[in-house]
């Protein structure tokens, strides 16, 4: 295997790589050939991510086991399926996708996870974590249901292993002998120490055609001697046990192979080879190393799970006129609202020794980075589960503790019931920071937190609210944490509008409006702009053009009664504007209120379509929405007489 200590920046040769167009020519291939592919294929994969950016490690990690599956299952009409899929970038690259990979995760370029539209190889489409194992059960008794001959392998990870919904596909698996292939890509040792050569050798020997005829043809002859079968059964599981994490996998259903050497190609082929065609549930547990090949992804994996694209050869363009001091020092950059939400936390940690500290494996991306160093007694990860997190919150709530869940919009959804029944229906005291709220970019619809006011607005008794900067972030963090019962602030990835933030805790005001800007057009063109959230940026612009009013409503549940009746009395033209799809959300909640009242000014709501909105960068996605300030106007003015 070749090593690389940088990422190339002009295309790599990758002649064998390159004939092919699909992975069939893989299976004809010797070794030395799929040796040369999976060398060819990590530096195409090293050169296209420093081209594009986006995921990298995870995809590093299984290029030979990638080659490998494709070499062995007679993809598409055997069924693969990746979890996650941070990792399939390789796969992209194997299924007729190579030249298209410099364009991922750009606007109208190929998806940041496997997608179902976009090539039939593609099987699932995915994004979050730990639905494989649930989705090619499902496909293996369809072929079964259907007596179609085909092979179904899932792929995941020991992280998304982690998640209750990994577990119960597995023990169902087990329960209706599906025809079913799981390989656990385990990066991290965390279900087992890496054993080595015997550990190789006794794979060999568990998935070998002689060992498995050996093996049933046993069984026949034992099941006439009493008590024989259940020793030899025994014997078996106690020596796979002495050197292998078998004894969970097996007690489960399955016939566990491994854990083998997930970058020993030759051993992958053979391993799968013989694996493919047995019958029932079967599980390899394979040992990769995230970011293998390139030498500083593997030496910080977490760091170099994904990155930015490259500039070529890493310069500077040389400027045309020669550079000036600037006249004043520069401004310090912008603070994320994730950093804001960080920052609040230890705060308030601080001041309150009740706050508990809880994310599902969100560490990094929601900032509890210093949090749980500061804090470690206060600081729980508990892994890819987020319905835990939710109950887990609820039962130290009940126990007079002040949790705080720190948790991605689209990551919540899959906690719902426990938000409602655990927590809502109780009336407890817990806080829910949401993070990634709105359009987050390049990982496209199943990232993007579209629908967060809509399953929120209507759970009864929780209060919900948006800041509009940063400051305001910081204040209603307070204001939910303060309030004794279920709230959410919901706030959006990346920065905001760059207003200084105030060292203090005090909370705002649920429920309270703050009116910006008072509108002087005259009688029949008079507007105002009722803005959650995010969109009160381009909201102030808007307002300007159009001399408009300018509501910052803040708070989604509970709303502000008496502004939006003010605002409906002295305007000829409501428009609601939240970065969250129209049905349900908080302009319907101004609707339902001015009903309610027999208000009859006319209202436009303006938000996120009834469609899953692509990927790209967010400022492309809200003007192809109509959320920036021109899209605004423009849709304004068709209103106006």
């Avoid at 719902?416 to 390049?442: K, S």
């Avoid at 909105?613 to 021109?630: F, I, N, Q, R, T």
Wanted: with cysteine; net charge negative; aromatic share 6%.
């Amino acid at each position: 295997m070749k090593l690389f200590d940088d990422i190339p920046v002009e295309r790599p040769a990758t002649p064998l790589l390159d004939t092919l167009e699909t992975p069939a020519a893989l299976r004809a291939m010797t070794t030395a050939q799929l040796a040369q592919v999976a060398d060819e294929l990590r530096a195409y994969l090293l050169y296209s991510v420093g081209v594009s950016g986006g995921h990298f490690g995870a995809g590093l990690g299984v290029v030979e086991l990638t080659v490998a599956l494709h070499q062995a299952l007679e993809t598409p009409h055997d069924r693969l399926v990746w979890d996650v899929g941070h990792q399939a970038y390789p796969h992209k690259i194997l299924t007729g996708r190579r030249e298209a990979m410099p364009n991922i995760r750009h606007y109208g370029g190929l998806a940041a996870f496997p997608r179902r539209a976009e090539s039939e190889f593609d099987t699932f489409g995915v994004g979050h974590s730990s639905t494989s194992i649930s989705a090619a059960l499902g496909m293996a008794l369809a072929a079964r249901a259907c007596g179609e001959q085909r092979r179904v392998c899932a792929v995941i990870g020991d992280g998304a292993l982690t998640a209750g919904m990994a577990f119960e596909a597995l023990a169902h698996a087990g329960h209706v002998d599906a025809n079913l292939l799981v390989v656990l890509n385990d990066n991290e040792m965390s279900i087992s120490e890496n054993v080595g050569g015997i550990a190789s050798y006794l794979a060999r020997i568990l998935a070998s055609k002689p060992y498995t005829t050996m093996r049933e043809g046993g069984k026949k002859v034992l099941s006439h001697l009493p008590g024989a079968l259940e020793l030899a059964r025994r014997t078996e599981e106690h020596m796979k046990g002495m050197i292998s994490p078998a004894t969970l996998f097996e007690e489960m259903g399955f016939n566990y192979i491994g854990p083998i050497d997930g970058h020993d190609l030759p051993l992958l082929v053979q391993t799968l080879r013989n694996m493919r065609d047995l019958e029932g549930p079967q599980f390899l547990h394979v040992k990769t190393r995230k970011g293998r090949g390139f030498l500083p992804a593997e030496a910080d994996p977490i760091g170099y799970h994904a990155i930015t694209k490259l500039e070529k050869n890493g310069e500077v363009p040389p400027p045309l006129k020669p550079v000036r001091p600037p006249a004043s020092p520069p401004s310090p950059p912008k603070k994320k609202y994730c950093n804001v939400f960080g920052d609040w936390l230890c705060d308030m940690a601080a001041a309150d020794p009740r706050l508990i500290g809880i994310t599902p494996a969100m560490r990094e991306g929601s900032d509890l980075i210093r949090f749980s160093r500061e804090y470690p007694e206060r600081y729980f990860d508990v892994a890819i589960a987020e319905q835990h997190a939710v109950t887990l919150a609820a039962g130290m709530a009940c126990e007079g503790m002040k949790p705080v869940v720190a948790i991605y919009s689209t990551f919540l959804q899959r906690g719902y019931d426990q938000l409602i029944h655990d927590v809502a229906v109780q009336a407890l005291d817990v806080t829910f920071a949401i993070d990634r709220a709105g359009l987050v970019g390049e990982d496209g619809p199943t990232h993007h937190g579209s629908l967060d006011l809509s399953y929120l607005r209507c759970v009864p008794g929780l209060v919900v609210l948006a800041p509009a900067d940063e400051a305001e972030c910081r204040s209603m963090l307070s204001a939910a944490y303060h309030h004794p019962g279920p709230a959410a602030v919901r706030y959006p990835r990346g920065t905001g509008p760059g207003v200084e933030i105030p060292a203090h805790l005090a909370p705002i005001a649920i429920g309270q409006a703050r009116v910006r800007r008072e509108g002087r057009a005259e009688p029949g063109r008079r507007v105002a702009l009722l803005a959650f959230g995010s969109l009160n940026t381009p909201a102030a612009e808007v307002a300007g053009r159009l001399d408009a009013s300018h509501l910052n409503m803040r708070s989604i549940k509970p709303l502000d009664r008496e502004a939006v009746l003010a605002a409906a009395a002295d305007h000829d033209l409501l428009v609601t504007l939240e970065e969250n799809v129209v049905a349900g959300g908080a302009g319907s909640a101004v609707n339902e209120l001015l009903a309610a009242e027999g208000v009859k000014t006319e209202v436009l709501n303006l938000g996120l379509p009834d469609a899953f909105v692509e990927h790209g960068k967010p400022a492309e996605l809200l003007a192809e929405c109509g959320l920036d300030a021109e899209g605004i106007e423009a849709a304004i003015r068709a209103r106006l007489p």
